[in-house]
């Protein structure tokens, strides 16, 4: 197969990928939804959906790659997304592997997009034109849901929160929850928490870092400590963050916690 990628220029890839490699979370959900999890030899360490996956050995971080190993598994396809994986894409096709790169989405139509990519990479253009359609159904349902300000934060090591040009912030409007720094002309930055009590939301909505428990009373402490006196929501963490097909199942469950909170307010 041979193609062009607007990043990593002319690639000569097998016909067929029987054993591939995914260091994308998103990557490793969009494999399972098309029904080719079977394929996948190897993951990144961020690779933790669906559970099948965490009897697969970890070759990499996000932005790095245990080179000796991977090569040891004889991957016929190794996938990654761009953004901070850019360097690392390039990386491992100079020495030779057999690399695609997917786009970094900027909005929730960008996953299907990517489904769409994959399934004409795959050779299974049908399933994956059947999937991008029954979750663009799935999203139109959720269209204008809230009228509401909110305050997006996720925990990235530090409180992070959204922008113009995110996919997150483009389906939390699609919701109807219009974030407060849409004004901002930067996708993700550390938000300054004096100006988020000026500009007073609705609702603060936070997503922890995975595998946290008690999400909602993080939330609702962080709240307090702040003197925020706003309604919480909060995810389960790494699910708006998380660009894979299972994002607008993410999404159904983000909106009916929403409606929960603002019933109890």
Same mark, same amino acid.
Not at 8 to 13: F, N, Y
Not at 23 to 39: I, K, M
Not at 212 to 236: C, S, Y
């Given at each position: 197969?041979? #193609?062009?990628?607007?990043?990593? +220029?002319?690639?000569?890839?097998?016909?067929?990928? +029987?054993? #591939?490699?995914?260091?994308?979370?998103?990557?490793?959900?969009?494999?399972?939804?098309?029904?080719?999890? @079977?394929?996948?030899?190897?993951?990144?360490?961020?690779?933790? /959906?669906?559970?099948?996956?965490?009897?697969?050995?970890?070759?990499?971080? =996000?932005?790095?790659? /245990?080179?000796?190993?991977?090569?040891?598994?004889?991957? @016929?396809?190794?996938?990654?997304?761009?953004? *901070?994986?850019?360097?690392?894409?390039? $990386?491992?096709?100079?020495?030779?592997?057999?690399? =695609?790169? *997917?786009?970094?989405?900027?909005?929730? =139509?960008?996953?299907?997009?990517?489904?769409?990519?994959?399934?004409?990479?795959?050779?299974?253009? &049908? $399933?994956?034109?059947?999937?991008?359609? +029954?979750?663009?159904? /799935?999203?139109?349902?959720?269209?204008?849901?809230? @009228?509401?300000?909110?305050?997006? &934060?996720?925990?990235? +090591?530090?409180? #992070?929160?959204?922008?113009?040009?995110?996919?997150?912030?483009?389906a939390l409007l699609h919701l109807g929850l219009?974030? #407060?720094?849409?004004? *901002?002309?930067?996708?993700?930055?550390?938000?300054?928490?004096?100006?988020?009590? $000026?500009?007073?939301?609705?609702?603060?909505?936070?997503?922890?870092?995975?595998?946290?428990?008690?999400?909602?009373?993080?939330?609702?402490?962080?709240?307090?400590? /702040?003197?925020?006196?706003?309604?919480?929501?909060?995810?389960?963490?790494?699910?708006?963050?998380? =660009?894979?097909?299972?994002?607008?199942?993410?999404?159904?469950?983000?909106?009916? $916690?929403? &409606?929960?909170?603002?019933?109890?307010?």
């Open positions: 197969m041979k #193609i062009f990628h607007e990043l990593l +220029g002319p690639l000569d890839l097998p016909d067929r990928f +029987g054993r #591939i490699v995914s260091l994308a979370p998103n990557l490793t959900d969009a494999l399972f939804a098309l029904g080719v999890g @079977d394929r996948l030899v190897g993951r990144s360490a961020f690779c933790h /959906r669906p559970a099948e996956v965490l009897s697969l050995p970890v070759l990499a971080s =996000y932005t790095k790659t /245990r080179t000796d190993f991977l090569r040891s598994l004889k991957p @016929d396809l190794v996938l990654l997304s761009t953004g *901070v994986q850019r360097e690392q894409a390039l $990386r491992l096709k100079e020495e030779g592997f057999p690399v =695609y790169a *997917v786009p970094l989405p900027t909005s929730p =139509y960008g996953i299907l997009e990517n489904l769409s990519t994959l399934g004409h990479l795959l050779d299974l253009e &049908e $399933r994956a034109a059947e999937l991008a359609h +029954g979750l663009s159904q /799935r999203y139109g349902r959720l269209k204008g849901r809230f @009228d509401l300000k909110v305050y997006f &934060e996720m925990d990235l +090591g530090g409180p #992070i929160t959204v922008g113009r040009g995110s996919y997150i912030a483009q219009k974030p #407060i720094f849409l004004d *901002v002309p930067q996708a993700y930055f550390p938000p300054d928490l004096e100006e988020v009590k $000026r500009r007073r939301p609705d609702l603060f909505l936070y997503e922890p870092k995975p595998w946290g428990k008690n999400p909602l009373a993080k939330a609702r402490a962080l709240a307090e400590e /702040r003197g925020w006196d706003f309604p919480v929501a909060a995810t389960d963490g790494d699910e708006l963050a998380h =660009y894979g097909p299972m994002f607008f199942a993410f999404l159904e469950k983000l909106a009916g $916690r929403i &409606e929960e909170t603002l019933a109890q307010a």
